[in-house]
């Protein structure tokens, strides 16, 4: 049980953030998940950004001393209101919930003493039970060398997982692009931080993330949304890609299929290997992860092309790095299938 009296006069030491946008049906759940934390120094801001529902009504509702309700006369946008709940936080801590998810009740605890006892990370992020999938869990890289090496391909933790420290986000002025409508403000925002900051991973699930009609990505375009979020995310980097370059790389996110011609084939190889020229002078990824990835997604699109052109397969390999033995297996049983 909390201390509220304590509560009232000491800044707590969580913030936890939950920005709110017509998620009525959900965000009573998440609410309670939070209020029923095994760690009890937190104040929980929900901010209500000119919901259409009764979102608001139903966390107003909640009688609660430790929830502050924050609510926008007018749409700010997902990141903008983001933002206003990073300044508005008090906590030594910024953790995140989404109003459709949920967490476990140690969750809090569990990062708290993560983060105490590893003072020089500045994010943690936990793995994930999708809801409604009772099996599948979702995990991110638990060190940070591996989450930065694979931060080109995808998120080094989960956003709606994440812990932060609040003074990283205060020294860097750390905020989620503004301008940005649309997925992808997740990531974005976070390769800002692991641009300045180590980051890790509990390998628990300690978040339940929601997937379906109500997420925000849902009924949205992806492939032209993957597109954007590709070419903000390289520009970050310092990297400009052309078109050929762009849909070489969307290959290798697995957001399109493996190439249909010996000029796509060429024009992914070069792609490759400008990425590795480019690490390779600018260290922006810890080189053996990152490469060991690269190599990894050549291996996946080798097998894809063998399963439909054993020619492409070949001149494929002769591209990347030749026959290794994972890919002469592959090829010889696909020839035996055919």
Same mark, same amino acid.
């Given at each position: 049980?909390?201390?509220?009296?304590?509560?009232?006069?000491?800044?707590?030491?969580?913030?936890?953030?939950?920005?709110?946008?017509?998620?009525?049906?959900?965000?009573?759940?998440?609410?309670?998940?939070?209020?029923?934390?095994?760690?009890?120094?937190?104040?929980?801001?929900?901010?209500?950004?000119?919901?259409?529902?009764?979102?608001?009504?139903?966390?107003?509702?909640?009688?609660?001393?430790?929830?502050?309700?924050?609510?926008?006369?007018?749409?700010?946008?997902?990141?903008?209101?983001?933002?206003?709940?990073?300044?508005?936080?008090?906590?030594?801590?910024?953790?995140?919930?989404?109003?459709?998810?949920?967490?476990?009740?140690?969750?809090?605890?569990? #990062?708290?003493?993560?983060?105490?006892?590893?003072?020089?990370?500045?994010?943690?992020?936990?793995?994930? #039970?999708?809801?409604?999938?009772?099996?599948?869990?979702?995990?991110?890289?638990?060190?940070?060398?591996?989450?930065?090496?694979?931060?080109?391909?995808?998120?080094?933790?989960?956003?709606?997982?994440?812990?932060?420290?609040?003074?990283?986000?205060?020294?860097?002025?750390? #905020?989620?692009?503004?301008?940005?409508?649309?997925?992808?403000?997740?990531?974005?925002?976070?390769?800002?931080?692991?641009?300045?900051?180590?980051?890790?991973?509990?390998?628990?699930?300690?978040?339940?993330?929601?997937?379906?009609?109500?997420?925000?990505?849902?009924?949205?375009?992806?492939?032209?949304?993957?597109?954007?979020?590709?070419?903000?995310?390289?520009?970050?980097?310092?990297?400009?890609?052309?078109?050929?370059?762009?849909?070489?790389?969307?290959?290798?996110?697995?957001?399109?299929?493996?190439?249909?011609?010996?000029?796509?084939?060429?024009?992914?190889?070069?792609?490759?290997?400008?990425?590795?020229?480019?690490?390779?002078?600018?260290?922006?990824?810890?080189?053996?992860?990152?490469?060991?990835?690269?190599?990894?997604?050549?291996?996946?699109?080798?097998?894809?092309?063998?399963?439909?052109?054993?020619?492409?397969?070949?001149?494929?390999?002769?591209?990347?790095?030749?026959?290794?033995?994972?890919?002469?297996?592959?090829?010889?049983?696909?020839?035996?299938?055919?």
């Amino acid at each position: 049980m909390a201390d509220l009296k304590a509560f009232s006069k000491m800044p707590p030491r969580v913030s936890v953030l939950m920005t709110l946008y017509n998620k009525a049906t959900y965000v009573e759940e998440a609410v309670k998940s939070v209020l029923a934390s095994s760690y009890s120094d937190f104040e929980l801001l929900v901010l209500d950004d000119a919901s259409t529902d009764h979102g608001a009504d139903l966390v107003r509702a909640i009688s609660d001393p430790r929830i502050r309700l924050v609510e926008s006369a007018t749409n700010l946008g997902r990141a903008r209101n983001a933002n206003r709940g990073f300044a508005e936080s008090k906590g030594e801590y910024v953790a995140i919930l989404d109003a459709d998810d949920t967490m476990h009740a140690d969750r809090l605890a569990k #990062q708290v003493a993560y983060m105490d006892a590893h003072p020089h990370l500045s994010a943690c992020g936990t793995a994930a #039970q999708l809801i409604g999938e009772r099996d599948r869990v979702v995990a991110w890289p638990t060190r940070d060398e591996e989450a930065r090496g694979l931060m080109l391909f995808e998120d080094p933790l989960l956003y709606g997982s994440a812990m932060f420290r609040r003074s990283i986000i205060v020294t860097h002025g750390l #905020q989620c692009p503004e301008d940005w409508r649309g997925p992808g403000m997740d990531y974005l925002f976070l390769l800002r931080v692991a641009a300045v900051a180590e980051v890790a991973n509990l390998p628990e699930a300690l978040t339940n993330y929601r997937i379906g009609a109500n997420n925000y990505r849902h009924g949205r375009n992806g492939l032209a949304d993957a597109e954007r979020i590709a070419t903000e995310a390289l520009r970050f980097f310092g990297l400009k890609a052309n078109p050929h370059e762009l849909r070489s790389h969307l290959v290798l996110l697995r957001r399109l299929g493996p190439p249909e011609t010996v000029a796509e084939v060429r024009s992914l190889n070069a792609w490759v290997a400008r990425l590795l020229a480019f690490n390779r002078e600018a260290l922006a990824f810890p080189t053996a992860v990152f490469e060991s990835r690269l190599r990894a997604e050549l291996d996946h699109i080798f097998c894809l092309l063998a399963d439909r052109d054993p020619r492409l397969a070949r001149k494929h390999a002769r591209l990347s790095g030749g026959w290794n033995l994972g890919r002469l297996r592959y090829y010889l049983a696909t020839c035996w299938r055919a």
